[in-house]
T-cell receptor, first 113, second 114 residues
Framework: KAGVTQTPRYLIKTRGQQVTLSCSPI?????VSWYQQTPGQGLQFLFE???????NKGNFPGRFSGRQFSNSRSEMNVSTLELGDSALYLC????????????FGPGTRLTVT | AQSVTQLGSHVSVSEGALVLLRCNYS??????LFWYVQYPNQGLQLLLK??????LVKGINGFEAEFKKSETSFHLTKPSAHMSDAAEYFC????????????FGTGTRLAVRP
C-alpha cells in the first residue's frame, strides 16, 4: 500500500497570504489528523477528521481550518499567515473508529516571510 | 487531560551501548502509549505501541518499552546502539475518549558516537 502523501513538500508564503495543504491518507483509512511541528512548541495537534466530519480540534486560532472529502483526502487551510505559522505540518491517517497507531506523511515545510 | 514528559532533550551514547530514553505520562484513564522516531526531513515512524495486555512491548529495529503503571512510565530501550539510531524520538499518549488525537512529548534527540 502506498503511504500517506502530502503536497506540496515545501512552500514559501508571505505574511498575510493564505495557504492550502493537501493530504492523501493510506487507502482504506478514514481518519486524518493534522499536526504542527515547530522547534519552540514541538508537535501540536491541530484537528482530526473522520468520515468528512471534524471529530477533534486542538487549541489553534480560527485561521486554521480543514476539511475532508468523501474519498478521505484532507486539506488544511491557514488564512492571514503570520511569521509564527512557519512550521512542518504533518498529516497522519488511521483506519478510524478506535485508537490506532497513526501513520504519518513526510510533512509540508511552510516558511512564512 | 493527558500529558507526556520526556526527560533529557539530548542523549548521547557510544555505538554498542545501551540506549535508554525516558518517558512519563499523565492520564486520567488507561492510556495508549506510543514511541515514534523522526529522521531529518522526514515524518514520524512508529517504533512501538502499548494498548492493553503485555506490558513489555517489542518494536522495530530492536527497540522495546515497558509500561509501568505504578511509575506512570514508558521508557524506551535498546540493548546496543547503532549509528543508524541517531534521530529524534517522541513519546506520545492517547486515550479512547480522545479518538485519534495524540499528545506528544517534547522529544529526545539521540546521538550515537562511533
Amino acid at each position: 500500500k502506498a503511504g500517506v502523501t502530502q503536497t506540496p513538500r515545501y512552500l514559501i508564503k508571505t505574511r498575510g497570504q493564505q495557504v492550502t495543504l493537501s493530504c492523501s491518507p493510506i487507502s482504506g483509512h478514514r481518519s486524518v489528523s493534522w499536526y504542527q511541528q515547530t522547534p519552540g512548541q514541538g508537535l501540536q495537534f491541530l484537528f482530526e477528521y473522520f468520515s468528512e466530519t471534524q471529530r477533534n480540534k486542538g487549541n489553534f486560532p480560527g485561521r486554521f481550518s480543514g476539511r475532508q472529502f468523501s474519498n478521505s483526502r484532507s486539506e488544511m487551510n491557514v488564512s492571514t499567515l503570520e511569521l509564527g505559522d512557519s512550521a512542518l505540518y504533518l498529516c497522519a491517517s488511521t483506519p478510524g473508529g478506535t485508537v490506532y497507531e497513526q501513520y504519518f506523511g513526510p510533512g509540508t515545510r511552510l516558511t512564512v516571510t | 487531560a493527558q500529558s507526556v514528559t520526556q526527560l533529557g532533550s539530548h542523549v548521547s551514547v557510544s555505538e554498542g551501548a545501551l540506549v535508554l530514553l525516558r518517558c512519563n505520562y499523565s492520564s486520567s484513564v488507561p492510556p495508549y502509549l506510543f514511541w515514534y522516531v523522526q529522521y531529518p526531513n522526514q515524518g514520524l515512524q512508529l517504533l512501538l505501541k502499548y494498548t492493553t495486555g503485555a506490558t513489555l512491548v517489542k518494536g522495530i529495529n530492536g527497540f522495546e518499552a515497558e509500561f509501568k503503571k505504578s511509575e506512570t512510565s514508558f521508557h524506551l530501550t535498546k540493548p546496543s546502539a547503532h549509528m543508524s539510531d541517531a534521530a529524534e524520538y517522541f513519546c506520545a499518549v492517547s486515550q479512547e475518549s480522545s479518538g485519534d488525537k495524540l499528545t506528544f512529548g517534547t522529544g529526545t534527540r539521540l546521538a550515537v558516537r562511533p
